[in-house]
Nanobody, 122 residues
């Protein structure tokens, strides 16, 4: 069984910072791309940032220069440092990872966390 567990969400004032974490656990052989998505009320879930196993990163234009994605491969954990937060960043943030399981077939699947709520408001 493999699971992703996010933490670090909460209420922050505009201009503030938060750091999200997402730890993968279970029977894992390797983790390929990891990423953060967000879903605002009434909107679809969209990608925010992603990072490959070698550390290459991509960002949606609206967060470039404000958010930083990173990962610790030894801990199977991905982070999202969010600075200069704006009210429009308010959303449920989901962690995603493409994981190869440590089973005889090396099954590979996309996994999702349950999400963590980020609210940016004064």
């Amino acid at each position: 069984q493999v699971q992703l567990v996010e933490s670090g969400g909460g209420l922050v004032q505009p201009g503030g910072s938060l750091r999200l974490s997402c730890a993968a656990s279970g029977s894992i052989s390797s983790i390929h791309d990891m990423g953060w998505y967000r879903q605002a009320p009434g909107k679809q879930r969209d990608v925010v940032a992603s990072i490959t196993s070698s550390g290459s990163t991509t960002y949606v234009d609206s967060v470039k220069g404000r958010f930083t994605i990173s990962r610790d491969n030894a801990k199977n954990t991905v982070y999202l440092q969010m600075n200069s937060l704006k009210p429009e960043d308010t959303a449920v943030y989901y962690c995603n990872a493409y994981i190869v399981r440590a089973d005889p077939w090396h099954s590979a699947t996309d996994y999702w966390g349950k999400g963590t709520l980020v609210t940016v408001s004064s």
